[in-house]
């Protein structure tokens, strides 16, 4: 297993669940550099994070080298970076780049397993999400307000497969015996000390309070400011265990 001398780290998560906003945050701190999706699927202009290292797909392209040695390459480049250093990584990503486990385990990367609890609220997000045509906002951006339609049992039935992909996570990680701290986005939100958590899980002495992070959150607090169908989601969910994750 290869020594690691500074604090390397991941950001794993599901879409919509406030990763980007914890990058920006972590990388507004003066110990530490975080950077987005670098495994996108596709060129994207990110908001969040820095912004001095391109993605997989970029340096891919002009590289010999076949996976998934070029991966391990592009990481150990990435982490040759002096401090704590880390990137996010959706689930989706871990899926179509396995050989990113194998390295997280060879080098001990510290992972940070960050859980939005109400999946209702991250599927009702991804509509928000496509109906924009963006994924993140700025504070620098005026967001007009957005409603939704979308089909109740399709809400149940991805807010369903999002629960079960967070236990399968779950279960690999304590299998992998990796490094990890499970981080819940709400509690992030409502109380900044849950951010000590993570400060004494990378050994990062902030010295001052959360920093602020430019990402701004593009869905309403009510659902029945986000949502066309309201009352048919309301009827529906009210019968389903996600009951109480819809007001």
């Known amino acids: 297993m290869a020594d690691r001398m500074d604090n390397e780290f991941v950001v794993l998560s599901a879409a919509r669940s406030g990763s980007t906003w914890l990058i920006d945050t972590l990388n507004n701190l003066d110990d530490a550099t975080a950077y987005g999706e670098l495994f996108v699927s596709k060129e994207r202009e990110f908001i969040g994070g820095a912004k001095d290292y391109p993605e997989f797909i970029k340096v891919e392209a002009k590289r010999n080298s076949i996976r998934p040695f070029s991966v391990f390459s592009y990481l150990n480049d990435l982490y040759r970076k002096t401090g704590v250093v880390g990137f996010k990584l959706l689930y989706g990503d871990l899926r179509t780049y396995p050989e990113i486990l194998a390295y997280l385990l060879w080098h001990r ?38 409603k939704v339609h979308i089909d109740p049992y399709e809400l149940l039935q991805r807010a369903r497969k999002l629960r079960k992909n967070i236990k399968m996570i779950r279960y690999l990680l304590h299998w992998c015996q990796l490094p990890c701290i499970e981080i819940i986005y709400e509690d992030l ?12 899980f990378l050994s990062i002495n902030p010295k001052r309070a959360v920093p602020h992070s430019r990402i701004v959150k593009t869905g309403k607090s009510e659902h029945r400011d986000m949502l066309k169908n309201y009352d048919e989601v309301k009827k529906v969910l009210a019968n389903s265990e996600f009951s109480d994750l819809f007001k």
């Open 189 to 200: 939100l409502i109380n900044p000390a849950s951010f000590e958590l993570i400060w004494d």
């Open 109 to 146: 990367i510290k992972v940070i397993h960050l859980v939005r609890h109400n999946y209702v609220d991250v599927v009702i997000s991804l509509k928000i999400a496509e109906a924009r045509g963006f994924w993140h906002a700025s504070d620098q951006q005026k967001l007009k307000a957005v």
